[in-house]
């Protein structure tokens, strides 16, 4: 069976696995603040970056490229804080990783060498000189909390802590101590050095310990926690764990004993010491880590140690509370996170069976709670019950943890003891225990609260509720209801039994908070029961309960129900109001409800039902079954808002007086039309008299629904007129509709409304007016003025005045055109002329009206019926009274005309009448008098026409010069005018003769002009220019004649160029140009002695040069010159334009000249021009532009002679055009000259003189010149001088590529090589020169290759050389560079490619440890096999630290090779693989190597024992047969092993095996078999041996049996004196114990720890003499096999 452990050890992760490199782990780089997060800061190459593992995500550890000298983790939450590292060493920052964001920065003044998080708000921060608190809230910085001790001087501090209130504070520090001499007492050891601050009395205490803590206990009896201090040191005497309260006690409460035990080192870790140590407040136990991996736990109140053990080979460097299991996490160097934690179900069975300690296993089974002491409660519970010590008993069961002793049957127990007279009750004993202890459980409750409510201190039961010191429960709340209703409620509140609350809450009448309960436990009673019984009691609420369940959406009982529930108590009203609220919602569903709810109340209470069906509430309910209720309770408006059936609505309608007006109005519109109009003549037909005024308002509101003509046709049926006319004036203003306003004129005539006709008549315009007038004439209305208003608005005069005249109605006749309308009095007047009416009547009317209408129409109506006359006195005496009017003038000069009365003086001198009016007049009666009329009002077209067709185009003319109008003009001159030649000769004959104005001749030419009439205008000017006359020599009119006849006739333009004087030369001239007339053009010029423009007209118009040239030679002007030489110089006449621009003395067109010149070749020419031009001018173009042509005609003598003399020239642009003309003798000169020696070089190079160009480069000393020196003087074969060049060209990188594909393309190979050898000395040297040679070596020099690659790999850009080297097959320098380059798995790759080439025993073995796939270890291991086999243990070292142990034997095993690489598996036996372990044993047994296989198998227990042990069983060789008996022992096999030794008479190792089998069967049957044997000696042996298992009655027979009592004696003898020894103390024990019975002894749960105090750590250890917490089987280093490979 497993050895029970007190504590449970875990590996939660393994760091290495998750990426962190295994140097980054230790505690300069490694921080863990909480068992949340580790922080680890790593470099990858050279960049720094910060791990954070969450351990609660490990498999995705979150990577920041940070630099940072440290960085820790906030305990509880994604916040970092970051130390700087370098010259920010002293900036402290910290930062939200979840939010990206910084939350706050400080700078120290001092570098702190030390800081943690001793809060989630709070980081301790360590400097050489104090230590600070820096809170994470607001703007804070850091405090100042103490200075360092001196004592901590030179430490190196490794932790900080603080007490759970902040007032102790403690920093602790380690340092090496060295013996003073190699002979010193004093061991090499490090030294612990604390600090203990107290921040109340601000003092500080130095403390020699290496680890320490701070707690919180409360021990038994005291009210408060106390703060102990813990801490564990390890001197030169030894180590020491010390429990102490710092401060005072807290008030009431006893102080803690000081506790100090010593802390147990093996011997085999002298030198350990204490490291990390943390306080578990669940368990109350210490957790102490030493620096070799020990875990010690130890109690925290008695300080007893409880357990030691090994659980880690590394140093645990970092420690953390565990808070999920209340226990210790850490790291080790290896990167494993262990937990420690306390094995509830295990530590107290541990502490009794193992540590023997019950008092202790009591204690903390109590104290924690923990199971696993129930035996010693329940033994303890009896004894003292059985004793009559009821208290103590009611103690134990108190303190039992799990509440194992708390049953009804202790209950029942303590009601079978008889109470003690005077005494309280051992079961009230009992209880109170259990009060003051904490809550009661169900049985208890209730059993305590029988007799209290027996005896009515109800009281008691509400304070123990209050202070929850009862189980409530369902039983318990039966039990009070009897006495208490409410304290009842309270209980079952509390014990969860809905059904028991609400029927409570109903019983003590809290209805409300029956639903409100209900909802919020999710029980469902029975609400109509309930409701029933609310009804009965209290109407009032029982509404508030009905309303209250419906209130959600979904209600809690069927409405239904409630309402019956309602209406079986005749309560109405409040029926009413629950279902108000309940069918507020209006759903569908609800339409039977909402019926029966108007139904109860058009019942009971119909102005109720109104009320609602007023609010509209409701829609879903029965409408006609409502609609007949209604009725019947008298509501006719509800009825009629609910009736759909027409007859119903017809029945009810006609009562109109006893329905609201305006709504029966507004009722009608929820009708048909035709609904509506039956409903109208059913009201009309009741009793017309009492419904028409409601009748009219409907008809009104809804005439555009009904119909006008439907509502008319109604009231006509009725012969309503009256109706129709209230009706017809509501809407009459609105409509539209002609037969509205007929009906309305009609009704109001019938009704007598005259006025209201009289209105209508005036002001609509919708009405029919013929027949308005009609009706009005039939009429016979007495008064005529609704009929005159109509024929006067729509011109019916003409028949009113035939009907009144007929009529006899004369008068109003006069009332109509003096009051109504006096502007109609000439229509009036031609009706009454139609009627033969007399003169003086007509006159007279005339005379009354004066001047308020019309005199036109006046004329007109008399001029048609040729009554004119009749107006003559009017108009005389409108004249004599000053009337300017023009229609009295007009029909004053009709009647003039007619009577021939001097009309044209009338027509000449009146200013007043119409001319167009008056002109009209005349043209049939007199044309002239026409065209005095019309020339009077300028009336031109009119007078036009009337010449035109009168043939008075003299007259036309006269006017047409006169009027001077453009317009006018070019109508009467355009070609459709038939007339236009007769008038044009009037014009010319006639109408210009006559005028001295130069105006009239003006517009009159300019007219011409328009019109488009050349011939017709030369015409006209001859006739002004050419005879003699006032504007003979007007210039205008000259330039127009000319311009006239280029246009029109040009035969014509000579003879007037010459006849004529005064016209403008030049713009004829130009003119005439463009009218392509050039020797008129040429005339013009030349008569006027404009000589350049005649040229011109001569060179491009006329483009006959050979005139022009005798032009210019007759003229010799040197502008004519200019015109000539430009001409000739675009012909390409190069050498005559020459000497045209000499002749001229014009150097302007230079640019043009010379391009000319340079395009045909003509230097010799341009020469001599540009000569003439320099002397002109000095401008830099032609000076450069003559020492070109001075290199094109080869005159480098003069060229030479110029540019060494001043001058303005480019020589630089010359010199290149000279060199782009290969003319390179004279490129040589220029650049020379200007000192271009870049293309001075290139120039030298085209006329091969090699050595003066280099000279020249060398001077230039430019790239792109010594690239063409080199490449010419490599084509040339000068390699001397290109290898000078080219050493220039090598130190530009951009450069190097172009310059060896140019020696390469040509085969320049060695030169090539030479050039770069040379380059490399050179102090510009770079990498791309290595670079390439190394290349070009690898091509064609390759056993150089790998001399230059050791003197410049670093130099070298090794990718490409590497890809060089590959295509050169070259392995060996392959290998060297990827070795330098660091890709180790190709360097290996290749040389295991290549062995033969490229392999090294000593790189290979330095390569392979570097590479990072380990699949090429095992590739390697064949290599090895294959090539180098008697190497392969030498490459195996060095693959060891790394490489799979259990993979490498497998593959030995498979290819069978195991016995080469026996060195290898024992150098690494010692990590204790299995597979490794078996391997080399195999090897051992088959070498027959006992000693070796026993010194393996002691060392090494990770292989199959019991395997090994049946395979040496049978081994031919007696040392392996012993070997397996030692296997089958160490395996517990004792029989097998002891049979074993028997058979190979290894008496000895059996006598050793039946002793530590522990089994006296075993040791039994050895005795037998040694007697057997008659072997007495053995038998002796086996007595001393096996003393202890053996018993004494058995060997007492089997030596009197076999006679030899003398070998057995010395056992017996020793048995005597023990037997003897053990009665003696029995008797000692039974006097002690009869004592002790004399005294009261206190129970040992409750008594002092006395024995915990006084026994120290050896207290409870079994008799082999071992350390505190240590096993049986424990080795001395803590080493225990089956828990060393957890």
Not at 76 to 100: D, H, P, R, W, Y
Not at 149 to 175: E, F, M, P
Not at 854 to 874: F, G
Not at 1311 to 1328: F, S
Request: hydrophobic share 40%.
């Amino acid at each position: 069976m497993a050895q029970i452990l007190p504590i449970r050890f875990q590996e939660h992760l393994q760091l290495q696995n998750v990426g962190v490199n295994a140097a980054n782990i230790g505690f300069s780089t490694l921080t863990m603040e909480s068992d949340k997060f580790i922080c680890v800061r790593e470099k990858v190459g050279d960049q720094a970056q910060v791990v954070i593992i969450d351990l609660a995500d490990a498999a995705n550890p979150i990577r920041r490229p940070i630099s940072a000298d440290s960085a820790i983790m906030n305990p509880a939450s994604k916040v970092i804080a970051l130390k700087g590292s370098g010259t920010a060493g002293k900036t402290l920052q910290i930062f939200n990783i979840e939010m990206k964001s910084k939350m706050k920065a400080h700078n120290m003044v001092e570098d702190v060498t030390f800081w943690k998080w001793i809060t989630v708000n709070t980081i301790a921060l360590v400097t050489d000189t104090a230590v600070f608190h820096w809170a994470m809230e607001g703007d804070s910085q850091p405090q100042k909390m103490f200075d360092r001790h001196s004592s901590l001087a030179g430490c190196q501090i490794i932790n900080y802590r603080t007490d759970a209130a902040q007032k102790w504070l403690l920093l602790i520090g380690i340092s090496a101590q060295v013996a003073q001499s190699p002979s010193s007492d004093t061991q090499n050891r490090v030294v612990g050095a604390m600090q203990l601050y107290s921040v109340d009395r601000k003092v500080s205490q130095p403390i020699e310990g290496h680890a320490a803590a701070f707690g919180q206990f409360k021990m038994e009896g005291n009210s408060e926690q106390s703060t102990l201090f813990c801490f564990g040191v390890r001197g030169a005497q030894g180590g020491k764990l010390h429990i102490i309260e710092v401060g005072q006690a807290p008030a009431g409460n006893q102080p803690f004993t000081k506790k100090a035990v010593d802390v147990f080192f093996p011997p085999e870790a002298q030198n350990d010491f204490p490291v990390a140590m943390q306080v578990s407040s669940k368990h109350d136990v210490i957790f102490l880590v030493t620096k070799y991996g020990y875990i010690h736990l130890y109690d925290l109140e008695s300080g007893v140690c409880i357990y030691m053990n090994r659980i880690s080979g590394d140093t645990i460097f970092v420690t953390a509370p565990h808070e999920a299991t209340s226990g210790v996490i850490g790291v080790n160097r290896k990167g494993q996170v262990l937990s420690v934690s306390v094995e509830e179900d295990n530590i107290i069975p541990y502490i009794t069976n193992v540590l023997q300690n019950p008092d202790l296993a009591l204690r903390m089974a109590v104290r924690n709670n923990l199971a696993g002491a129930e035996d010693l409660f329940v033994r303890k519970f009896n004894t003292l019950f059985s004793q009559g010590n009821y208290s103590e008993a009611a103690k134990v069961a108190a303190n039992a943890p799990k509440g194992i002793l708390r049953t009804p049957q202790t209950i029942q127990r303590f009601q079978q003891v008889p109470a003690q007279a005077g005494q309280t009750s051992p079961l009230l004993q009992y209880f109170g225990i259990l009060l003051d202890h904490g809550q009661l459980n169900k049985y208890e409750s209730l059993e305590l609260c029988r007799p209290v409510l027996q005896q009515g201190r109800k009281q008691l039961l509400e304070k123990w509720l209050k202070e929850e010191k009862l189980e409530c429960s369902e039983e318990l709340g039966d039990l009070v209801k009897t006495s208490d209703p409410t304290l009842a409620l309270s209980v079952y509140l509390r014990a969860n039994v809905p059904n028991k609350v609400i029927q409570c809450f109903a019983e003590t009448g809290q209805f409300q908070k029956i639903i409100l309960y209900a909802k919020k436990v999710g029980y469902t009673p029975d609400y109509i029961f309930l409701l029933r019984n609310v009804m009965r009691i209290n109407p009032d609420q029982g509404l508030q309960f009905a309303q209250m369940m419906v209130q959600d959406e979904e209600p809690m009982a069927d409405i239904n129900q409630i309402v019956d529930v309602f209406m079986e108590m005749n309560l109405v009203q409040q029926c009413t109001s629950f279902l108000l609220d309940a069918l507020k919602n209006n759903r569908p569903s609800e339409g039977a409800l909402q019926t029966r709810l108007l139904e109860m109340n058009l019942m009971s209470a119909p102005q109720v039902a109104d009320a609602i069906l007023g609010n509209q509430m409701f829609t879903h309910y029965d409408r006609a079954h409502i609609a007949q209720l209604c009725e019947k309770a008298g509501l006719l408006q509800r009825a009629l808002e609910h009736y759909t059936d027409l007859y119903d609505i017809k029945r009810a309608i006609v009562h109109t007086h006893l329905l609201n007006p305006d709504w029966l109005v507004n009722f009608f519109g929820s009708l048909s039309v035709e609904d509506s109009l039956e409903c109208l003549r059913a009201m009309l037909q009741a009793n017309i008299r009492q419904n028409l005024q409601i009748a009219v308002q409907v008809a009104t509101k809804y005439h555009e629904q009904l119909t006008t003509q439907s509502l008319i046709d109604l009231f006509e049926s009725f012969k309503s007129y009256e109706g129709l006319f209230y009706f017809l004036g509501s809407i009459v203003n609105f409509s539209q509709e002609a037969e509205v306003h007929f009906k309305y004129i009609q009704a109001a005539c019938k009704t007598g409304q005259i006025k209201e006709v009289e209105r209508i008549c005036r002001e609509s315009n919708c009405y029919d007016p013929e027949k308005v007038k009609n009706f009005l004439k039939e009429a016979k209305l007495t008064d005529q003025l609704p009929l005159i208003i109509v024929c006067d608005r729509f011109d019916f005069v003409h028949d009113l005045v035939l009907y009144l005249y007929r009529n006899n109605l004369q008068k109003y006749i006069e009332i109509y055109v003096q009051k109504v309308n006096p502007a109609r009095l000439p229509v009036v007047v031609g009706g009454l002329l139609d009627v033969d009416c007399g003169e003086d009547v007509i006159k007279n009317l005339i005379m009354v009206v004066r001047g308020q209408f019309s005199t036109d129409e006046l004329v007109a109506e008399v001029e048609k019926r040729n009554r004119l006359k009749l107006l003559l006195p009017w108009l005389e005496s409108r004249i004599h009274d000053g009337q300017t009017e023009p229609a009295t003038h007009n029909a004053l000069a009709k009647i003039y005309i007619d009577a021939n009365n001097n009309p044209e003086r009338f027509l000449r001198e009146n200013p007043y009448y119409d001319s167009k009016v008056v002109g009209k007049y005349c043209e049939k009666r007199d044309p002239h008098l026409a065209c005095v009329a019309y020339e009077r009002g300028q009336c031109d077209q009119e007078l036009i026409q009337v010449c035109n067709e009168n043939s008075l185009f003299k007259s036309e003319a006269r006017y047409l010069v006169k009027r001077r109008d453009q317009e006018l003009w070019a109508s009467v001159l355009q070609e459709t005018n038939e007339y236009r030649r007769q008038l044009i000769d009037q014009v010319v004959q006639t109408a210009l003769s006559e005028t001295q104005d130069p105006e009239d001749i003006s517009v009159t030419v300019k007219a011409f002009m328009t019109a488009d009439l050349p011939n017709e205008l030369i015409e006209l000017l001859e006739k002004i220019v050419l005879e003699n006359s006032v504007f003979s020599d007007h210039r205008n009119l000259q330039n127009l004649l000319i311009l006239t006849a280029i246009k029109a006739d040009r035969t014509r333009v000579m003879e007037y160029i010459t006849r004529l004087d005064n016209y403008d030369a030049p713009d004829i001239a130009n003119i005439a140009i463009g009218s392509e007339l050039y020797e008129e053009a040429f005339a013009i010029f030349k008569k006027f002695d404009v000589n350049t423009s005649a040229i011109q007209v001569l060179i491009h118009n006329i483009s006959n040069l050979d005139r022009a040239y005798e032009f210019a030679e007759r003229c010799n002007e040197p502008g004519v010159w200019s015109q000539l030489a430009q001409a000739q110089l675009q012909q390409g006449m190069v050498k005559e334009a020459i000497d045209s621009y000499i002749k001229a003395d014009d150097p302007s067109q230079y640019m043009e000249v010379v391009d000319v010149a340079n395009k045909n070749g003509n230097f010799e020419d341009l020469v001599r021009y540009l000569q003439m031009a320099r002397k002109k001018s000095r401008e830099a173009y032609v000076e450069t532009e003559l020492i070109f042509a001075y290199a094109q005609t080869n005159r480098l003598a003069e060229l030479e002679e110029f540019i060494s003399g001043p001058n303005t020239a480019n020589i630089q642009q010359v010199g290149d055009r000279c060199y782009d003309a290969q003319m390179y003798e004279a490129a040589k000169l220029l650049y020379n000259n200007v000192s271009n020696f870049g293309r001075l070089a290139s120039t030298l190079v085209h006329l091969g003189e090699y050595q003066a160009a280099v000279d020249s480069a060398r001077k230039a000393n430019s790239t792109r010149t010594w690239k063409e020196v080199c490449f010419s003087c490599v084509d040339g074969e000068e390699f001397r001088l290109a290898q000078m060049c080219g050493l220039h060209i090598v130190v530009h990188a951009d450069e190097l590529e172009d310059l060896i594909n140019y020696y390469q393309d040509r085969g320049y190979f060695e030169e090539l090589i030479q050039l770069l050898e040379a380059a490399l000395g050179l102090e510009r040297a770079h990498m791309g020169m290595f670079t390439e040679l190394a290349i070009l070596y690898s091509k064609y020099k390759p056993q150089k290759m790998r001399e230059h690659l050791e003197l410049f790999w670093s130099r070298v850009n090794i990718p490409k050389v590497l890809r060089a080297a590959e295509q050169a097959h070259l392995w060996a320098e392959l290998v060297f560079l990827y070795d330098k380059y660091e890709e180790y798995d190709n360097a290996i790759v290749t040389m295991m490619a290549h062995p033969t080439d490229s392999w090294k025993e000593g790189m290979f073995k330095d390569i392979i440890t570097k590479v990072a796939n380990i699949e090429l270890y095992y590739k390697a291991l064949q290599f090895y096999l294959d090539y180098k086999p008697m190497l392969l243990n030498d490459l195996l070292t060095v693959l060891t630290p790394r490489m799979d142990h259990t993979r490498a034997v497998t593959y030995f095993q498979k290819v069978g090779h195991l016995p080469l690489v026996k060195p290898y598996l024992r150098s690494v036996q010692t990590h204790n693989n299995k597979a490794l372990n078996e391997a080399l044993n195999n090897l051992l047994i088959e070498e027959e190597d006992y000693q070796g296989l026993r010194a393996s198998i002691d060392a090494f227990d990770n292989f199959d024992n019991i395997a090994l042990a049946q395979r040496l069983e049978k081994h031919e060789l007696i040392e392996f047969r012993r070997i397996s008996a030692y296997l089958f022992k160490g395996n517990n096999r004792w029989k097998q092993a002891v049979e074993l030794c028997k058979r190979d008479k290894l008496f000895k190792d059996a006598l050793e095996y039946s002793a530590e089998s522990r089994d006296t069967e075993t040791a039994e049957e050895l005795i037998a078999w040694f007697l057997e044997q008659k072997n007495y000696e053995c038998f002796a042996a086996t007595l001393y041996t096996c003393y202890d298992l053996l018993r004494p009655d058995v060997i007492l027979e089997l030596s009197w049996r076999h006679n030899i009592l003398d070998f057995a004696m010395p056992f017996f003898v020793n048995v005597m004196r023990e037997y003897i020894s053990k009665v003696d103390k029995l008797v000692e024990s039974e006097e002690q114990r009869k004592e002790e019975e004399t005294t009261t002894q206190q129970p040992i749960v409750y008594g002092e720890p006395q024995l915990m105090i006084t026994s120290g750590p050896q207290m409870g250890v079994p008799p082999q003499q071992m350390p505190p917490g240590m096993v049986p089987g424990m080795m001395p280093g803590g080493y225990q096999a089956p828990y060393a490979s957890m």
